[in-house]
């Protein structure tokens, strides 16, 4: 690929949506499916800006809920890349739930995706590679290669 790299805040993203009645149960909690598809959606956003091609996804980390939402609630979904390799890349989703009569604020989960970048003929494609800009952003590209060798030594494994 002739393309160089790309910073992380080239392709982050942050999505903000009110929970409605539609998207919950009977007792006012935001089903969990309706959350899991904001996430997607917001990394799919991540890859495709860094990519600028169709993007899949291709695995979703574990995604434990630490807290409910609430119909009324506003949703944050702030996503960034944590590692790129040649056509996968990981990104990383933070959710937060606002009470915007209070204010008061919660992390309510954290989500790991790879997605991978096709070509107009559906099959996997390079990326550019992900530039650190500081040290923080090195130690975040380096947890992001190791939480991707764990997935590939699972995959080996059949786990």
């Known amino acids: 690929m002739t393309e160089q790299g790309k ?89 937060e739930a606002e009470d915007p009569l209070t204010g008061d604020r919660t992390h309510t989960n954290t989500a790991y995706l790879v997605y991978v970048a096709l070509d107009d003929d559906g099959q996997a494609r390079e990326v550019p590679p992900l530039v650190a800009e500081s040290e923080q952003e090195s130690q975040r590209i380096a947890r992001g290669r190791e939480r991707q060798k764990a997935r590939l030594s699972r995959r080996q494994k059949g786990i």
């Open 7 to 95: 910073r992380i805040g080239d392709s982050q993203v942050t999505i903000s949506q009110v929970m409605l009645p539609t998207d919950a149960n009977a007792y006012g909690n935001v089903h969990g499916g309706v959350i899991m598809k904001l996430v997607d959606d917001a990394g799919a956003i991540v890859a495709t800006r860094h990519s600028r091609s169709i993007v899949v996804t291709v695995a979703v980390d574990s995604m434990t809920f630490l807290s409910p939402i609430y119909v009324g609630n506003l949703v944050t979904l702030t996503a960034a890349l944590g590692y790129v390799g040649r056509t996968s890349m990981e990104v990383e989703v933070l959710v």
